[in-house]
């Protein structure tokens, strides 16, 4: 009974307590939580539900249940309309991430319009946020009613300085801090507090088995608004209804695009369920196996160095009229990375004293400057411009314009902003530095470190380093509070990463028990965090799939650049399932340095670690 006491008050004050990327006009206290998706107008042309799903699938007995926040942006035409496509679920990535903001962003209108065909196909695109983020309840957070312990460990972490093998007592300092901040969650799930107890039950093959239900459930739903492939009608459209897995001989299948972790959820899902396989995209690949296994995020970041050194010799070639950190005598790209890069190493002895957006103060230090160019490293079309200004005034002595670009990042806690009502969070989800969200679901599926000694840790952090000087600093803090995490794990998963070969029959009808077509890896040729490697080691794995590199620079190939190429591969697969016989490289519109970079860029919303993630 305590429990169901604290799932009602929760619900109550889910509306009020939600971890948004803008001001939000829906309050979602109106949606009756149920076992089915009932939809209603919300936010701007919008539909929303709430969607009721067992908190530990592995246990029948267990009564409590987690809340799903579901958004769908419908298609152009009706669900009953002859060119209906079903529904494209999509995860912005994270993990953590809330794919109720992502798709209220340009991102689920981007996503549509790649993927329709006018006039042939045209999808609906629907997401949710995770169990245990933002809009769904219970809401991961160990420290409810207190948002200014939150802000002062921010600022405790901040004063810890960089974690580069520069001071020794960086590692022990930061692991002591981590490990006092799970033993709170560990004393807020002793106390059954559900936003603690929905710790031990955010591992990704639970948010797969949960996209399960969501594709039942759409299922369900689309047959009620008049989808139904066993009605009687045009032969050539109820056949393409039935491969898609909607009618009574075969069971819903998803269409799915994933980005970043998104793949990881993507990848889970097809190797656990590859029977509800209908179409997978998975842009920006994560490697699966670094990711469950072994230290954990040690490949990620190989490519991330060849980023900043373009981010330089792009300046250089531009010029001083499009990269103001470039001089006209320099030579070369080199000589302006190494300009910056003594800039940057006088940071260690003379801090520079700053005032803060939010009305403190603090120093300016090198980690200030390596991560701001790290986050730069995920969208250089929109950041790359930006950056060199805001470092061209630092150099100069100017601080405002770097200052104000690390506020943009998150870098510093309001803490006027931090007395709140109720659990009313006002930092933005990727914006906190101890993200419960996206910590839980790493910690539970990456193999356990809790063992582990400050040699190791330190042994690990250095490594990060010497695998990217630009990320390597803040990398390693992805695993860092794994070594205190010692929440049970209801479902874990490692591999093999995998699923069978795709089969039809002579009718083109889906094989039971097998995935509906081979899945679709798309990559930018550089990636700060997720290289061309794993999309191409991923694919090697799962029975024909194809590789797409794109070349861009930057976090997934949507997500980088605009090019017609990559969106004709990915709405052909939607449409029919076929993809390339060969690895296919598509060129794109990528340039930082044009004069409207910026508001060309592509206008997915990747989601993207803020500082310091």
């Not at 028990?513 to 090697?540: E, I």
């Amino acid at each position: 009974m305590r429990y169901f006491a604290a799932v009602l008050a929760g619900l109550a004050a889910l509306a009020r307590g939600q971890q948004s990327t803008g001001e939000s006009s829906f309050d979602w206290d109106q949606l009756p939580p149920s076992t089915a998706l009932s939809y209603r107008p919300c936010y701007d042309g919008y539909e929303c539900a709430r969607l009721t799903v067992p908190m530990d699938w592995q246990n029948e007995t267990d009564p409590r249940i987690v809340v799903l926040a579901v958004i769908r942006l419908p298609a152009v035409v009706p669900a009953s309309d002859p060119t209906f496509g079903g529904s494209v679920l999509t995860n912005p990535g994270g993990p953590g991430g809330s794919g109720v903001d992502s798709l209220r962003g340009r991102s689920g209108h981007s996503l549509r319009e790649t993927l329709d065909k006018p006039g042939e196909r045209h999808y609906e695109i629907v997401s949710f946020d995770p169990r245990g983020v933002g809009n769904s309840w219970p809401r991961a957070n160990c420290l409810p009613h207190n948002d200014l312990a939150r802000d002062a460990f921010s600022y405790e972490e901040r004063g810890i300085g960089i974690l580069d093998g520069s001071q020794p007592s960086a590692v022990p300092r930061m692991l002591g801090l981590y490990k006092a901040f799970l033993q709170k969650c560990e004393a807020e799930n002793e106390a059954r507090t559900p936003s603690a107890e929905i710790m031990g039950y955010m591992s990704t093959p639970s948010v797969a088995r949960d996209m399960v239900q969501i594709i039942d459930k759409i299922d369900e739903h689309l047959k009620a608004e008049g989808v139904d492939a066993d009605k009687e009608g045009n032969e050539d459209e109820i056949l393409e209804l039935r491969k898609r897995g909607h009618h009574k001989h075969d069971v819903p299948r998803l269409q799915y695009v994933g980005y970043s972790y998104g793949t990881v959820l993507g990848n889970y899902f097809a190797s656990l369920f590859p029977e509800r396989v209908g179409r997978l995209i998975l842009d920006g690949v994560v490697d699966a196996e670094d990711y469950s296994s072994g230290p954990g995020w040690v490949t990620s970041t190989v490519d991330a160095d060849n980023i900043t050194s373009h981010f330089y010799t792009g300046c250089h070639a531009a010029g001083t009229s499009a990269c103001p950190l470039a001089r006209d005598d320099d030579k070369s790209g080199a000589e302006i990375q190494a300009r910056v890069e003594d800039f940057i190493a006088a940071l260690a002895d003379n801090p520079i004293p700053i005032m803060t957006p939010g009305g403190g103060f603090s120093a300016l230090t090198a980690a200030d400057v390596r991560i701001a160019a790290a986050i730069s490293n995920y969208g250089p079309g929109q950041t790359f411009q930006s950056l060199a200004t805001s470092l061209a005034d630092l150099l100069s002595g100017n601080t405002t314009s770097f200052v104000q670009l690390l506020d943009g990042m998150g870098a510093f806690p309001h803490l006027r902003d931090a007395c709140t009502i109720d659990e009313d969070i006002k930092v933005a989800l990727m914006q906190l530095t101890i993200n419960e969200a996206s910590l839980a679901t790493r910690c539970s599926d990456g193999e356990d470190v809790t063992d582990k000694d400050v040699k190791w840790w330190s042994d690990f952090v250095a490594g990060q380093a010497e695998t990217s000087k630009t990320f390597g600093s803040f990398w390693s803090k992805i695993r860092l509070p794994c070594a205190a995490f010692k929440f049970p794990r209801s479902w874990s998963f490692n591999g093999p990463f995998t699923t069978p070969r795709h089969e039809r029959t002579k009718h083109g009808l889906p094989v039971k028990g097998k995935p509906a077509a081979p899945l679709l890896f798309l990559s930018a040729r550089l990636d700060p965090v997720t290289p061309l490697r794993s999309a191409r080691k991923m694919a090697a794995q799962h029975p024909g799939a194809a590789v797409v590199v794109q070349e861009s620079m930057g976090h997934c190939a949507l997500g980088s650049a605009k090019s017609k190429c990559t969106a004709g591969i990915a709405r052909e697969y939607m449409h029919t399932g076929k993809v390339p016989s060969q690895e296919t490289v598509c060129d794109s519109d990528f340039d930082p340095w044009k004069k409207d970079a910026k508001t060309e860029a592509s206008s997915f919303v990747i989601d993207t670690p803020r500082f310091l993630f």
